[in-house]
């Protein structure tokens, strides 16, 4: 399939009417979440899990794909007016950002996003089309035993990235498994853990798991936060072009913000928000006034705006073509397109190539529509953030119990709910990660799946090394995981040395 | 903190024993034929592993091992109280829906939580709990289609 092709392919699909409505949607209620701190785009997505089975599936992952990147763009202007970031993808936006707004420049710092985002975000769609046929070719070769390990891989980059301590890390990778094997077993048909729940014998819902551990969880811990009057500067659309300086000073942050993020976007754990620090640290270092950074320097904004848009085109290539979602939105959006039927994979691009292209022709038009939707609208925007919390977190309350009920049109869900609520405002209180619990758990199905059918395969644990591309991954992965200990007892080592050797002297 | 660490690794060191037990009873089979259990079992048994770890690591670090109170871990005024009300509103909802129908289910409970957790007046909690029981069952019901139970109102 030639490129023009493919390209031909990606825009017919897109520009059809209702596609264009469907990612018009999804681009707006994206930056409304990216916008409203404490509701993000993983819950909105499980939100609207009802409403896809009334969609077609390109009109379904329009709408989705359309949430994930507008909420970049949208958490941007929280994070610069009223220094709370919309979404941890801008939370490094918040130290430049903010000092711009108290200087009264939020308008250019606003632009600057947008546009910045808008670079970022087309440029990672750009190389998606040109990685994607390639990377699925390679995939296309994948045997269980490569599927396995490539997700093992995935697994293990994030439970490495989650926090500080990687023992906790794995205790809620190994957790999430176990939740996930909650239900009928793929492979044999038996029914684990169900309790006799007959809600429970489809597994745990990934729909009331998420707004429990995002939405309910969020809002119980938020109260705890100091109740922050919301000094929200204000930005009218006239103010928002940046000036010739704040070009010049940008252009250079968002051409490397640019490659960093859709670099950093094709791995697991490489999501907006890794993204947006490593940019902010790299623009700082190549920065000819690194000590301005903090005060309100421009590439300080320019940069990890950039970069967090890239990164989240960039994540595509990865869920599209090998199935493997590398944050953990894009596993609620791969929960999403599980629920329309739709395998994510190289099979994909092969059986419904329309699909494949027309998602990413969508995200070209995508980005356009939200340049129009956070520049000339973001008065609008502004006048959102001056909603009472307490409304807000009561919105989000019913809406999370309306989608938790609809997920199977039964009261049992919301209760699941419930308890996932408590479950993430504890493991936030006892300081343990949740993207390892619930990747592991999203990805859990097709974890089982592919062990075991490489074991039907060779009946041994060899098949995984056996393999050059499944050892590659395999090999990695058990590296990551090991490394931080053995680094751990090598320091130790050495510091005892040293204190022998000093104590000699 | 080192108290929660201990309390925690505890319960996980429970939940992967819970979790073992069952994987052995649905059949682990074995490597050439995993059975239901198998990869349960694995993980299952990780989790004690890893837990036991840390716990060992939590008791070995020096100093005392504070006993935490209640106030510790909610260190907002009023903060265990609005959260219990709060839950205890999300959990009268997933009670009352199927029963009393949509439409009164989320206008009490709109009233409940805009009064009680928000600390609204109830002018306000009544005027909020109207347009948000209207405005979101003409979105979710009638625009989008969403089944809803009815209740006791033929709606």
């Not at chain 1, 017919?12 to 979440?33: E, K, Y």
């Not at chain 1, 684990?192 to 811990?221: C, H, N, Q, S, T």
């Not at chain 2, 690794?9 to 490597?31: K, P």
């Not at chain 2, 009023?78 to 509103?89: I, N, Q, T, V, Y």
Request: hydrophobic share 50%.
């Amino acid at each position: 399939m030639g490129f023009m092709n493919n390209f031909s392919m990606a825009f017919s699909v897109a520009l059809d009417p209702l596609n264009l409505l469907m990612a018009l949607i999804g681009c707006f209620l994206g930056t409304l979440v990216g916008v409203l701190p404490g509701i993000g785009p993983s819950t909105t997505i499980c939100l609207l899990f009802p409403i896809l089975y009334k969609l077609s599936p390109i009109q379904s992952i329009i709408m989705l794909a359309g949430i994930y990147y507008g909420a970049q763009y949208g958490s941007s202007t929280t994070s610069i007016l009223v220094k709370i970031p919309g979404e941890p993808g801008s939370a490094v936006t918040c130290l430049d950002g903010y000092a711009m707004a108290k200087k009264g420049r939020a308008g250019p710092a606003l632009g600057i996003s947008a546009i910045g985002s808008f670079i970022g975000g087309t440029f990672s769609v750009v190389i998606l089309m040109f990685l994607a046929p390639p990377l699925a070719n390679m995939a296309i070769k994948f045997g269980p035993p490569e599927n396995f390990s490539v997700m093992f891989f995935g697994l293990s980059m994030i439970t490495y990235l989650a926090g500080a301590s990687m023992i906790k890390s794995l205790i809620m990778g190994a957790a999430g498994l176990l939740l996930g094997s909650v239900g009928t077993d793929i492979l044999s048909g038996a029914i684990r853990y169900a309790l006799g729940f007959k809600g429970l014998e489809d597994g745990v819902g990934i729909v009331p798991v998420v707004m429990g551990l995002f939405g309910i969880a969020e809002i119980l811990l938020a109260g705890e936060q100091a109740a922050q009057k919301t000094d929200v500067h204000e930005a009218k659309f006239k103010d928002l072009f940046p000036t010739k300086k704040d070009w010049r000073d940008s252009a250079k942050p968002i051409a490397r913000a640019s490659v960093l993020g859709s670099f950093l976007g094709l791995f697991p754990g490489g999501g907006p928000t890794v993204s947006a620090f490593i940019s902010y640290a790299v623009e700082k270092k190549f920065s000819k006034h690194p000590e301005r950074f903090g005060t309100g320097e421009i590439a300080g904004v320019a940069g990890p705006e950039t970069a967090n848009n890239s990164s989240a085109g960039a994540a595509f290539a990865p869920l599209l073509c090998l199935g493997i979602p590398t944050t953990v939105t894009m596993g609620v959006l791969l929960g999403g397109f599980m629920v329309q039927g739709i395998s994510p994979g190289p099979l994909l691009m092969q059986r419904q190539p329309e699909l494949f292209w027309g998602v990413i022709g969508s995200m070209y038009i995508g980005n356009v529509m939200l340049l129009a939707l956070n520049l000339p609208l973001i008065g609008i925007w502004v006048k959102i953030l001056k909603i009472p919390y307490s409304l807000l977190s009561s919105l989000i309350f019913l809406f999370c119990l309306i989608g938790a009920y609809t997920n199977n049109n039964n009261a049992f869900d919301i209760f699941v709910m419930i308890v996932f609520g408590v479950v993430g405002y504890l493991m936030n209180k006892f300081d343990y990660p949740v993207a390892p619990f619930i990747l592991a758990y999203i990805l859990e199905p097709n974890f089982e799946r592919y062990f075991g059918q490489s074991l039907l395969m060779e009946g041994n644990l060899l098949i995984f090394f056996s393999r050059p591309i499944s050892a590659t991954f395999s090999l990695i992965a058990i590296l990551i995981l090991v490394y931080p200990a053995i680094s751990n007892l090598l320091q130790k080592k050495r510091l005892e040395l040293k204190a022998t050797h000093d104590g000699l002297e | 903190m080192r108290s929660r660490d201990i309390v925690s690794s505890l319960f996980f060191i429970g939940m992967g024993i819970i979790f073992s037990i069952g994987a052995v009873e649905y059949g682990i089979g074995n490597l050439g034929h995993p059975g239901p259990g198998f990869l349960p079992l694995l993980a299952g048994g990780l989790l004690i592993v890893l837990s036991s770890l840390h716990l060992f690591f939590s008791l070995v670090k020096k100093g005392k091992v504070e006993i935490e109170q209640i106030e510790q871990f909610f260190p907002e005024k009023d903060s265990l109280k609005k959260k219990s009300l709060a839950l205890f509103g999300l959990f009268a909802y997933g009670i009352l829906l199927e029963p009393l129908g949509y439409g009164i289910t989320t206008f009490l409970f709109m009233i409940f939580i805009l009064k009680f957790v928000g600390s609204q007046r109830w002018i306000t909690a009544f005027l909020g709990a109207f347009l948000v029981c209207i405005s979101s069952y003409i979105l979710f019901v009638y625009l989008l289609k969403a089944q809803m139970p009815t209740g006791i109102l033929a709606f």
